[in-house]
């Protein structure tokens, strides 16, 4: 199952520290109870949300850590990509999965999937035993249509003020933290779903 998906900043933000990368989205799927230790259990509602959002920070620091590492080693240059060559920004992007030690910030092992698009990142966090495959499938897609649907790359990006279609988006293709495997005419059928909604 997957626990969160996350799309943070990956490059320097004026406004932000230089180790600190600028949460845009999270998503938490199934109940927290999972991820949280003994101590924590006993949290009311607003300390869990704080719980909840410190752990995200710290997935996104680690992530923004791992995209730099891979981007140093790489030495390529990043290129500005104009709107409308989002798919060239995708097939360019840096890929990768990060293991979170148990603890570290969950209770639990978990496995953080990224790809690291431009100045932005999309993270899927998920149980160790899932089909990584499987998630890289999902993560590709999910971050395909974020790209082209809210041109998340261009100047003044409304990702913020659009979270209620990402919303729908990850219900369509990750329902309840669920890994779907689909094939050829279920995938055709549910993309067509998707570009229709996200065209209204």
Known sequence: ??????????CPVSALGTGDSRVLYSRVFGPDEGMLSEQHRELNPE???LLQRE???VVARQVRSA??????ASGRMLVEVVPGEEALALQEADSGVVRLRAGDPFSEEMSALWLGVQSVGFVLV???HENLLLAEGTLRNLTRHCLEHLHMLGQGSEVLLRSNRIDA???RLL?????????????QSLEKEVVAYMAK
């Open 1 to 10: 199952m997957v626990r969160l998906f996350l799309i943070h900043t990956v």
């Open 47 to 49: 300390e869990r949300r």
């Open 55 to 57: 752990r995200t920070a």
């Open 67 to 72: 995209v730099s590492l891979s981007r140093e």
């Open 126 to 128: 998920c149980e160790p």
């Open 169 to 171: 988006l990850l219900s």
């Open 175 to 187: 329902p309840h933290g669920q890994l779907l495997f689909l094939n050829h005419r279920f995938a």
